[in-house]
Structure formats: structure tokens, C-alpha cells
């Protein structure tokens, strides 16, 4: 089955509502990394959380390895959020580090 | 420089033709990998070079090749393309140590017709 599961798999809102996406997994990990990328652009690494929450301006990152999900909060979003966010399980398997990537949510922000 | 450079940006192949992409990175990771995105789809890990080693991932060990001629480059290469290789390929780059965090290139859009 598939490792990583992202929530929801799209999300509509109005300027200034804040947002929250998830992702649960399935397996152990090293650490929860989350990516964003504008149409055509490159992935971008936004949060590495192994654990605990992280801040970053308007974003926070929440790893819960115990009940294995990781959620990224947007606070006051804005139209410029808009965009695809991915979150990818890092595990160390076989010597090596990998990424199990999620499907991702396609947020849009509505001026 | 943090960036993750890919060329080309987009490419078009014939079904059976060989396909060469290329990436690089200045930032001495000892790590680059490729994975390989179809719309709808999580990106997947194809194979990644650590330092001079190779691993590729099982279930795409025979459709894959690639080089790492200096630190600095790694190339993917798909011997006789076929309509599934369709996709965008992503290149990634990352130093060891505790901080693993992955550099992604902007990515080439490949199109076999």
C-alpha cells in the first residue's frame, strides 16, 4: 500500500484563511521533509522536520512520529501560496537515504 | 550557489531512440538522485549516485543508466525510449551529515511521440 498519504488532495481558499495540510505514513522514518513548487517551477524544500514543530514566517511544520503524521500549517495565506505541496518520508533503508514522496495537495488562494 | 541546474528543459524523443539528461550542482553534495513525476502521480525514486556508486531501485533497475563523471554531474539515460517514459525527471542533490536536506532541479519535461 502506499506509504505516504497527503490531505486533501485539494484545497480552495480565500485570501487571508489560513490552511492546513496533512500527511500520514505508514512506515518509520527519518525525518518528514515538505516541498512546495509554483506551476513550472522547481521543488522547493520548505520545512526537514524529524520531529517536533518548526516555524518559518507564516508556516509551521508539526511532525507526530507516534502517530505518524506530519501537517504544514499556512497562516494569512496569500495569493502567491498558490501552488502544489509535496511531502516526502525519508527513511534510511537498505544504507541509503531515500524519499517516499506523497501525491501532494494543490492549493489555491483566492485574491 | 544552492541551485540544482537541469538541461534540457524540455525534450523530444522518438519511441526507440535513445535519451540523454543531464544535471549539476556546485554545491559538493556527495549525493544526486533522479526520480521521475507523471501528472497525478508522487514523484518516484529512479536511482541516486552516492559519491561513485550507483543504486538503482528494483523495479526500474533495467530501464535506467546513468554516469557521474565528476562530483559536479550526474546524467540519466534511457536507451530506447518508449511511450512511458513520458514524464518530468527531477534532479536532486544532498550533502551527508545530519542535515539532509534534498536541493531539487527545475526538472525536464520529457515527450516521446
Known amino acids: 500500500g502506499q506509504q505516504v498519504q497527503q490531505s486533501p488532495a485539494s484545497l480552495v481558499l480565500q485570501e487571508g484563511e489560513n490552511a492546513e495540510l496533512q500527511c500520514n505514513f505508514s512506515?518509520?522514518?527519518?525525518?518528514m521533509q515538505w516541498f512546495y513548487q509554483r506551476p513550472g517551477g522547481s521543488l522547493v524544500s520548505l520545512f526537514y522536520n524529524p520531529s517536533g514543530t518548526k516555524h518559518s514566517g507564516r508556516l509551521t511544520s508539526t511532525t507526530v512520529i507516534k502517530e505518524r503524521r506530519s501537517s504544514l500549517h499556512i497562516s494569512s495565506s496569500q495569493t502567491t501560496d498558490s501552488g502544489t505541496y509535496l511531502c516526502?518520508?525519508?527513511?534510511?533503508?537498505?544504507?541509503?537515504?531515500?524519499?517516499?514522496f506523497g501525491k501532494g495537495t494543490q492549493l489555491i488562494i483566492q485574491p | 550557489d544552492t541551485t540544482v541546474k537541469q538541461n534540457p528543459r524540455y525534450k523530444l524523443a522518438r519511441v526507440g531512440k535513445p535519451v540523454n539528461l543531464i544535471c549539476s550542482q556546485t554545491?559538493?553534495?556527495?549525493?544526486m538522485y533522479w526520480y521521475q513525476k507523471k501528472p497525478n502521480q508522487a514523484p518516484k525514486l529512479l536511482l541516486f549516485y552516492y559519491d561513485k556508486i550507483l543504486n538503482r531501485e528494483a523495479d526500474t533497475f533495467e530501464k535506467f543508466q546513468s554516469s557521474r563523471p565528476n562530483n559536479s554531474f550526474c546524467s540519466l539515460y534511457i536507451g530506447s525510449a518508449g511511450l512511458e517514459y513520458s514524464a518530468m525527471y527531477l534532479c536532486?542533490?544532498?550533502?551527508?551529515?545530519?542535515?539532509?536536506?534534498?536541493?531539487f532541479g527545475p526538472g525536464t519535461r520529457l515527450t516521446v511521440l
Open positions: 536532486a542533490s544532498s550533502r551527508e551529515g545530519a542535515l539532509k536536506r534534498q536541493y
Open positions: 554545491m559538493n553534495h556527495d549525493t
Open positions: 512506515t518509520s522514518l527519518n525525518s
Open positions: 516526502a518520508l525519508e527513511q534510511d533503508t537498505e544504507g541509503a537515504d531515500r524519499l517516499t
